[in-house]
C-alpha cells in the first residue's frame, strides 16, 4: 500500500507559457515576468511582510499537465525508473532521480525565482516573480525565502547538466517583421513581452531528437502564436499573429 498526502493549494501561476512546449527547461534561463494568483485563505498581505528584503523565492509546485499521470497529490502516478533528459539528445536512458524530469513518482516540481513585488487587485493578492518556468496556471503549493549563505554552493557538480545551454541567434523573416510592427502599434504586443519571446526561442525549444531545418514549428506564447524554423545557428520567425487565448 502506498502512502498519500494531502497538501493546500495557495495559488495558480499566470505565466506566458500557454503550454509546454517552449518552457524553459529551467527557471531562471529567460527573464519572463509573471504573477501567482494567491487563493483564499492565503490572499493576506500579511503573509508576505518581510518579503521584499529577499531578492529570490522557491516555489513549490504541482506538475498537472501531464498526459500519464492523475494530475493528483493523492494518488499514485505511474512510475518510470528511468527517463530520457534532453540535455543529453533524449537518446539516453538514466534515473529518475538524477533528472528534474516532470514524471516523477510525486509530481513536485522545485523553482528558484527573482522576487518582483506583491500587489493587491480588489480582493486579490498578486505575488510577481520573474525567471519561472512554470506553465499558467500551475498549482503552487509553497513559497519560502531563498538564502544565499546555504542555498549556493558554490563548488557544486551538475553532471551532465553543468554548462548553460548554448543559445541561438533569433531572427525576424521579412512578412513576420511587418506583423510584428502592426501588433505592436495595435497594444498586442509591446517590447517586454517581445523580449521574453525572442528569449525563450533563442533555447531553442525544440525536442532534443528533432533537427529538421526545414520545419516550421508552431509555439503559443502569451497572446501569440509564433511560427519558426531552427538550423545550426538560428531561430528565424516567419509568422506571427494574434491568438483567441486570454493570459
Request: charged residues 20%; glycine residues 6%; contains cysteine.
Amino acid at each position: 500500500m502506498i502512502d498519500a498526502v494531502t497538501m493546500p493549494i495557495i495559488g495558480y501561476m499566470h505565466s506566458p507559457y500557454r503550454e509546454k512546449f517552449g518552457i524553459p527547461r529551467q527557471p531562471n534561463l529567460v527573464e519572463v515576468e509573471c504573477f501567482i494568483e494567491m487563493a483564499e485563505p492565503y490572499n493576506d498581505l500579511l503573509a508576505f511582510d518581510g518579503l521584499e528584503n529577499f531578492s529570490h523565492l522557491w516555489l513549490v509546485w504541482q506538475f498537472h499537465d501531464n498526459k500519464n499521470s492523475d494530475n493528483s497529490l493523492n494518488q499514485q502516478p505511474k512510475f518510470r525508473a528511468q527517463v530520457r533528459p534532453p540535455r543529453l539528445g533524449g537518446n539516453q536512458k538514466i534515473g529518475v532521480f538524477a533528472t528534474r524530469s516532470m514524471y516523477r513518482p510525486s509530481p513536485i516540481g522545485l523553482s528558484v525565482v527573482r522576487y518582483l513585488r506583491v500587489e493587491k487587485h480588489a480582493k486579490s493578492v498578486r505575488l510577481y516573480v520573474s525567471g519561472a518556468d512554470l506553465l499558467n496556471g500551475t498549482p503552487i503549493l509553497d513559497i519560502k525565502p531563498y538564502i544565499q549563505y546555504s542555498d549556493a554552493i558554490v563548488d557544486s557538480v551538475s553532471g551532465y547538466a553543468q554548462e548553460q545551454p548554448v543559445r541561438k541567434l533569433v531572427q525576424w523573416m521579412e512578412s513576420a517583421q511587418s506583423q510584428q510592427l502592426l501588433l505592436l502599434k495595435q497594444g498586442i504586443l509591446n517590447k517586454r513581452v517581445l523580449g521574453e519571446l525572442e528569449q525563450v526561442l533563442s533555447l531553442d525549444p525544440r525536442p532534443a531528437y528533432q533537427d529538421d531545418a526545414e520545419r516550421v514549428y508552431g509555439m503559443c506564447f502569451a497572446e501569440l502564436n509564433i511560427q519558426f524554423t531552427v538550423d545550426e545557428r538560428n531561430v528565424s520567425i516567419v509568422n506571427i499573429e494574434q491568438t483567441n487565448l486570454e493570459i
